[in-house]
Structures are given as C-alpha cells and as structure tokens.
C-alpha cells in the first residue's frame, strides 16, 4: 500500500454490516474514508445468511 496523507470527514475501521450501515449514513455529512483488515469481503457480514438466531426450544441454552 502507498504510503501517503490524505484528508477525510469520517474514518470508518472495518467494512462489515457495522461499519458500512455507518459510512452510508456519514457520507450524507461528508467524505468517508473505509479503512479495513483484510479483503473488503473479509469479515462475519460476509457468511452471514440472513437467518436469525434465537434460543427458543427447550434444549437450546445461550
Ligand atoms: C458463518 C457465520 C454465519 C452467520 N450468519 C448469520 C445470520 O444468518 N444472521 C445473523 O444475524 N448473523 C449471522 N452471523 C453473525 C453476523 O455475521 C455478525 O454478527 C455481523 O456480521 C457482525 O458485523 P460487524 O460489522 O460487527 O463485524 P464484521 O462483519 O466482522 O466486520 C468487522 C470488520 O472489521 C475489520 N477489521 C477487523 N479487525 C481490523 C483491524 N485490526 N483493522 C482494520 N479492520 C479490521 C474486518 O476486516 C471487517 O471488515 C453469522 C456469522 C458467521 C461467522
């Protein structure tokens, strides 16, 4: 990665469901920068399957 400076409204660490739902909000105030670990789709968003987890039967346990 180049080395350099740059100027940005918001730095936002990490492009999981967090912090994407928070850049698209900032970027209504200004210039946001996404800064991230790995590949863009390196995180839990990117295996989640959009079902929900609950503990709801009697042999379930948190
Ligand atoms: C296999 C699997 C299946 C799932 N299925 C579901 C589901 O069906 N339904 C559900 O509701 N939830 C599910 N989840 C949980 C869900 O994916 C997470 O709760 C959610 O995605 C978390 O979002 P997040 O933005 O907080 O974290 P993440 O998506 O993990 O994002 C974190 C981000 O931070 C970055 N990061 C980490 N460390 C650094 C660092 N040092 N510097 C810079 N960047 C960094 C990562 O690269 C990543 O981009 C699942 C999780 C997994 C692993």
Do not use: C, P
């Not at 970027?27 to 789709?41: F, H, N, P, Q, Y």
């Not at 079902?51 to 709801?56: D, L």
């Amino acid at each position: 990665m180049a080395r350099g400076r740059t100027h940005t409204d918001f730095l936002v660490v990490g492009s999981g469901l967090a912090g994407l739902t928070y850049a698209l909000q900032a970027a209504e105030s200004g210039s946001v920068t996404i800064l991230t670990k790995a590949g863009v789709t390196d995180s839990n968003t990117g295996w989640a399957q959009g079902g929900i987890a609950a503990a709801i039967g009697e042999a379930d346990s948190w």
